[in-house]
Structure formats: C-alpha cells, structure tokens
C-alpha cells in the first residue's frame, strides 16, 4: 500500500524536515478569522474571542489502530481528522483547528506523505476546520499520527459527559455496528488475499460498512441540527468504543443508571445481514464494536416534541436514579441483562447458538 511502482518516488530524506513542512505549510492555506497564525512559527495563534476553547488529542497506531492490508491513505488521513472532530462534536462546540504530529519510518516517500495529508485536506475543507500547525520526527516502528483538535463554544452551549438528571431520554445518533462489521470484513478479505494473491475481493455488497471503517464521518449536522431545535444536551459523548462503554462511562461520571431497550438501538439492514453471514449477534456489534462516531446524549423530557420523529436521532433508553446500574432491556421476553464494557472487537466471542 505504501509504494506504487508507477508513480514517482521522492525520499524524505531528499528534502529533509524543513522541505516537508513547507510542502506541507503550501497544501494548508489559513481559512478561519480565528486563525491567525498556523504552519511555520513555534506555535499556532488563535482568536476565539468570548467563546470557551475546546482541545481533544488522539493517536492512530500502525498494527494496532489500522493495518495497511487494507487501510489506503488517503482514507487513514481523513480518518485521522475525524477521530479529532468528532472529539470535539461530543462537547457540543464546532471544529475549529487541528494540529498533526506524525512519526515516518523510511518506508516513507513523499508520495506516500502527500497521499495521507490530501486525505486530511479533504476532511479539513468538508469540516471548516484549518491545520495549524504539529510536529514530524523519524520512527522505527512504522506510523503513528497524532492530532490536536480544537474548538470552541459559548459557555451556555459547552456539554460534558456530566450533567444527567433522573428521567432524562438518552438519544442517539444514526445507527450502529457498521464499522465493526466493515472491519469483519476487511480482515477476512486480507486473509483471503494474502492465501491468494490474485483474489479480487467483491465489497459491493458490504460497501456501506466498508466506508463506515475506512471513511467515517463526524456527526457536525447532529449539532448544528441540536442548535436549531434549541436543545442543548445535558450531557454528551461520543461512540468510539462501542455502545456498552459508552453507556457506562455517562453513567459513572453522573452515578446514575440507565436501562437502555433493545429494540430501539438502531441498525443499518446491511448491519443484520452481515451479522447473520459472520453468525455474530448484530446487537452484539452495536454494544462491543466501536468507531462509528455517532453521538450520544442525553436530554431532558421536556425536548422529546423537539426531536419526536426525527429521521436521525432515536431515543434508546432513559436514565433511571442515582446508584442504579445499567441494564440492556431485551427484546419480546424484557429480560433486565446488566451492560458490561467489552470494548473493540470482542463481539465475536459472542456468537450465536
């Protein structure tokens, strides 16, 4: 994935540290009044103003938070902004900078560089955001990217993952268990590829689940739609972990529970289906996977006219007191199953019979 026979090759060490960063510098023009300096200088300048700055970091991981059997990279850059954006989206606030550290190891050309950063542009001009600045240095353990996102608020707008009250609805956004399973099924169709070279793998059927692992999106229309209903949630997250974790960390940081019903968390039909095909229960992948970076939250009930109906959030649950624990309601029999973090990847352990 990293090098193409066909196309030029430039070594970074060609153009040392200096060249990259003006490369750089040149493909990120400053866009947004509250970017006063970006790229070039000992740090970024910022004006927000009297509005409250928000900053998330995160960093992808080779072998670890992608493999490059199927990961091409102009689809690990956009990613990259996502993970930063959606951190940020989760606060309630809008998307202002990133800053991006990455470590190269010599396997790298400048090619290959331009390819993840053109990723990353395509992401910054869907979001409105500018890249400011950030830092390259060499690694021997292949790439590691770091990002820094910024954003800011108004102080009444700001939301923490704190601030549940009893009865509150708990919502979410779009539907679930799509990255997951578009994993599945990437990491199948390596396999088969690496047994047989010349395979050529068929995605069309699974092509939303694929783009659900390898292009995510941000939920930045969820919170301007929030804005124009005049809901402001009272209390946020959002969905890199799985369902299950996520519940559970709203529910520690208020000491409160919530009983979340199966039957109302979202899935896509292709969700099911590829279930079915990898015999994994879909809920499963909805509660145990991760990244779909939809939003969680929670609302009072006096905003449930406010979003009743609407085609893309959905009311899951409710919280229930203080002390309480969480419960997955299940479907037909409502049997009272406690929720438990299981984390990434580990729906396959829960097969069906």
């Known amino acids: 994935m990293l090098e193409d026979k066909n196309i030029q090759k430039t070594s970074l060490a060609e153009i040392g540290e200096f060249g990259l960063i003006e490369q750089i510098k040149e ?19 910022l004006d927000y103003g009297n509005e409250k700055i928000v900053v998330s970091t995160d960093m992808l991981v080779e ?12 689809h690990l850059g956009y990613k990259a902004v996502v993970t ?3 951190d940020i989206l989760a606060m309630n606030a809008k998307p202002k900078q990133i800053l991006v550290s990455m470590a190269l190891s010599n396997r790298f050309t400048l ?51 704190k601030g549940v009250q009893e009865n509150d609805l708990l919502v979410l956004s779009g539907d679930l268990g799509g990255a997951f399973l578009g994993l599945q099924v990437l990491e199948r169709e390596a396999q088969v590829t690496k047994v047989n070279p010349n395979n050529q793998p068929d995605l069309e059927p699974y092509a939303y689940l694929v783009e659900r692992q390898l292009k995510p999106e941000a939920r930045l229309d969820i919170v301007k739609l929030l ?10 997250i959002d969905i890199s972990d799985g369902l299950s974790s996520e519940v559970i960390h709203l529910s520690k940081e208020n000491n409160i529970g919530f009983n979340v019903y199966e039957e109302k ?15 994994i229960n879909p809920i499963t992948c909805a509660l145990s996977g ?13 905003d449930f006219d406010k979003i009743k109906g609407n085609p893309y959030l959905t009311v899951i649950g409710y919280a229930t007191a203080a002390g309480a624990e969480n419960y997955l309601i299940t479907k037909g029999s409502e049997q009272m199953i406690p929720l438990t973090a299981q984390g990434w990847g580990t729906a396959e352990e829960e097969k069906e019979d």
Do not use: H
């Open 111 to 161: 090619e290959a560089v331009d390819e993840i950063y053109n990723g990353m542009k395509y992401a910054c001009d869907k979001y409105e955001i500018d890249i400011v600045g950030g830092d390259t240095t060499s690694s021997v353990s292949g790439l590691i990217i770091n990002m820094t996102a910024i954003g800011s608020a108004k102080e009444e707008k700001l939301t923490y993952r």
């Open 84 to 86: 930063g954006v959606s």
């Open 265 to 279: 968390i979202p899935l896509d039909p292709s969700v099911i289906r590829t279930a079915e095909e990898f015999q």
């Open 290 to 302: 991760g990244e779909d970076f939809e939003l969680l939250f929670t609302i009072k009930q006096s």
């Open 27 to 45: 493909g990120f023009p400053i866009k947004l009044k509250s970017s006063i300096k970006g790229i070039g200088d000992d740090a970024a300048v």
């Open 227 to 236: 804005a124009e209903m005049d809901i402001v949630p009272t209390a946020m």
């Open 63 to 74: 072998g670890v938070s992608f493999k490059w059997s199927y990961m091409p990279l102009r």
